[in-house]
């Protein structure tokens, strides 16, 4: 079953300026119709706790509510999809145990982890690090635009039409630029939960974007 994938996601991290929850509900009021909940360092309590609050801000705005990892959640809350940062991680497996219904998604760093999502059940990837990134260790080789380029032309080559978002220390001024190599959409953090007005950081990517 082909999914909806948004062209835009917005990702929540720890940080100290804002809480999963109000950067969820600042995003939103700005626009956004993809929230990814990225929280690795809470109990399941906790978890839930946000989790809730932030699945009735994304219902309130008509937004798709994505959790990283936490896949034992399913069916705890009302959650559309899991992203799994694990690039080992076993995607044929993981959909017979989510089901068609919930959307999953997964994170890549080559052109061969991507072909595996494609063929293995993912429903798309975050492809990165375009570049220095604040959200994640820099323990993966940057892409840059011409790793995109090759990646959209690898991907044509064996017909795999899939979606793959570039992510990884994007900036507004990337993002035309990162749209030329046919990339599908791009994924931040960082570019607007760290920015001085989240909310207009977050239109301005919209702008640029959809």
Known sequence: MKKYIEKLQFIT????????????????????????????????????????????????WGATLIVTDHIHLKGK?????????????????LRKLIGE??????SANSVENLIRLATEGADY????????????????????F?????????????NLNFPFLAVGGVTLADVEALLETNVYGIAVSAAIN?????????????????
């Open 77 to 93: 809350a009302d959650i559309q999809g899991f992203h799994i940062e694990d690039m080992d991680a076993d995607f044929i497996a």
């Open 194 to 210: 760290q920015a001085d007005n989240m909310y207009e950081a977050y239109r301005d990517f919209y702008n640029k974007v959809i």
């Open 101 to 106: 219904e919930y959307t999953l998604g997964g």
């Open 125 to 144: 990837a975050g492809f990165g690090p375009f570049s220095i990134t604040k959200t994640k260790p820099n323990n993966a080789p940057i892409l840059g």
């Open 146 to 158: 011409k790793g995109y380029s090759y990646a959209t032309e690898q991907l044509q080559l064996k």
């Open 13 to 60: 991290h720890d940080i100290p300026q804002h809480t999963h929850i109000e950067q969820a509900q600042l995003a939103c009021e700005a626009g956004a119709k993809w929230i990814q909940y990225r929280c690795l360092t809470k109990t399941d309590e906790d978890l839930l706790k946000d989790i809730n609050i932030i699945a009735e801000i994304c219902d309130d």
